[in-house]
């Protein structure tokens, strides 16, 4: 297939989805589905590892970034942002509950 096709053909329907996985690099982050984030670990998994990697984020977006800029693949659902928003509420109000009456609310 002529490379130039696969670049100007449509590119796919953005994902929509409450779960996510984050790749991070040194330069920049990504979020990617979950068979993305397979793949990538996959290809970092290779001895050795492929020099480039091409990918999509979630927004449809084709990156090709260097392999070894990537540092962390991490997952990320609704339900664990739920519970770092309570986690966060929670020291907050710990916090605030043991501050003496002198002390300004900041």
């Known amino acids: 297939m ?8 449509d590119p ?3 994902e929509r989805r409450d779960d996510y ?3 991070e690099t040194h330069y920049d982050c990504f979020v990617v589905s979950l068979e993305t984030a397979i793949e990538v670990e996959r290809w970092l998994d290779h001895l050795p590892p492929p020099r480039w990697l091409v ?11 260097i392999a070894a800029s990537i540092y962390r693949i991490s997952e990320c659902t609704a339900a664990q942002r739920a ?3 309570e986690f966060n509420r929670a020291r907050k109000l710990e916090d ?5 009456p ?3 609310d900041d």
């Open 2 to 9: 002529n490379r130039l096709e696969d670049l100007f053909n």
């Open 12 to 14: 796919l329907e953005p």
């Open 21 to 23: 996985w984050i790749t």
């Open 55 to 65: 990918f999509r984020s979630l927004t449809g977006a084709r990156h090709r970034i």
């Open 83 to 85: 519970a770092g928003r």
């Open 96 to 100: 605030k509950n043991d501050r003496r």
């Open 102 to 104: 002198w002390e300004g």
